[in-house]
Nanobody, 119 residues
């Protein structure tokens, strides 16, 4: 059974930090591109970041570049998102998602973890 389980969300003050984790099981994690996507009621779904299967290349949305860092541990089948200098506009439900190389659709999604940035 495929599972992506996010954790690490919570309430943090502006300027604070959080580290999200995404534990994968039931599929060959190390061959998938992994992504973080966030969703808010008002702005819909926004792609945040991605990392190649081997972890050597990363990309970020302009809105988080320089503040967020994506990483992965293929030995532990875990994806991470280190979020620093958080802003109120980062408030969202954060999802991890898996995409096979060469495909356009996400194959697997997690259930999401809520991040709220507020004083």
């Amino acid at each position: 059974q495929v599972q992506l389980v996010e954790s690490g969300g919570g309430l943090v003050q502006p300027g604070g930090s959080l580290r999200l984790s995404c534990a994968a099981s039931g599929f060959t994690f190390s061959i998938y591109w992994m992504h973080w996507v966030r969703q808010t009621p008002g702005n819909g779904r926004e792609w945040v970041s991605r990392i190649t299967p081997g972890g050597r290349t990363t990309d970020y949305a302009d809105s988080v570049k320089g503040r967020f860092t994506i990483s992965r541990d293929n030995a532990q089948n875990t994806l991470y998102l280190q979020m620093n200098n958080l802003k109120s506009e980062d408030t969202a439900v954060y999802y991890c998602a898996a995409k096979r190389t060469g495909t356009t659709d996400y194959e697997y999604w997690g259930q999401g973890t809520q991040v709220t940035v507020s004083s």
